[in-house]
């Protein structure tokens, strides 16, 4: 069974532009997260969807954030325009629908210069 | 607010036994995992307990004390391999989102 994938594995952009990073769940899973590490930080988490719905998207930093699971499937996370401070290691983390682990991908790492 | 605070870093030598330990300030709380995370890789699932007690999976066993909002991961029969970082994390509320421990990074020497 393939695991949970995310593309880019790395992105480096500019200040002001624009990044969209995809993920890929575990086939089957309804839960797909997003989280994301911040130099030196914790993991934090950043939004929950349970098929194509927004579960809950209070860790979501800001409105330059817009995420999108068109079809239940695979989620994309955008960020519009990307500041110095969106640098970090973005993942994602799919489940079983009931709750049980949940299993990461190897993450995006986006640094904005 | 949620935090959970467990040590930065750990060494120890193949074959011994290290203990990893994890207290938690949390408003909800349903269960505690552990993920390990090797260097550029996704964080790995081990163990999960909503139960306080002992669960035990091959070398790894994970503990918890929901009366002391605390937890450990006890690696035994340590290999080299096992260097890694690992993390704690709180399953708060019933919409499942994970909130994490800064990670403790453990060195294996031989």
């Known amino acids: 069974e393939a695991g949970v994938t995310q593309f880019p594995s790395h992105s480096v952009i500019e200040k002001g532009q624009t990044v969209t990073l995809r993920c890929d769940p575990i086939?089957?899973?309804?839960?797909l997260y997003w989280y994301r590490r911040v130099m030196g930080k914790e993991i934090k988490f950043l939004l929950h969807f349970v098929k194509e719905s927004k579960q809950d998207e209070s860790g979501m930093p800001n409105n330059r954030f817009l995420a999108e699971r068109t079809g239940g499937t695979y989620s994309t996370l955008k960020v519009q325009p990307a500041e110095l401070e969106d640098s970090g290691v973005y993942f994602c983390?799919?489940?079983?629908?009931?709750?049980?682990?949940?299993?990461f991908g190897p993450g995006t790492r986006l640094t904005v210069l | 607010g949620q935090s959970l605070e467990q040590p930065s870093e750990v060494t120890a030598v193949e074959g011994a036994i290290v203990q990893i330990n994890c207290t938690y300030q949390?408003?909800?709380?349903?269960?505690l995992s552990w993920y390990q995370q090797h260097d550029g890789g996704a964080p790995t699932f081990l163990s999960y307990n909503a139960l306080d007690g002992l669960e035990e999976t091959g070398r790894f066993s994970s503990f918890l004390s929901r009366s002391d909002s605390y937890g450990y991961l006890l690696l035994q029969e340590l290999q080299m391999k096992d260097s890694a970082s690992y993390f704690c994390a709180v399953k708060g509320n019933a919409g499942n989102m994970l909130t994490f421990g800064g990670g403790t990074r453990l060195m294996v020497k031989p």
């Open positions: 949390t408003s909800g709380f349903y269960g």
């Open positions: 983390a799919s489940s079983q629908v009931g709750g049980g682990p949940q299993f």
């Open positions: 086939s089957g899973h309804d839960n």
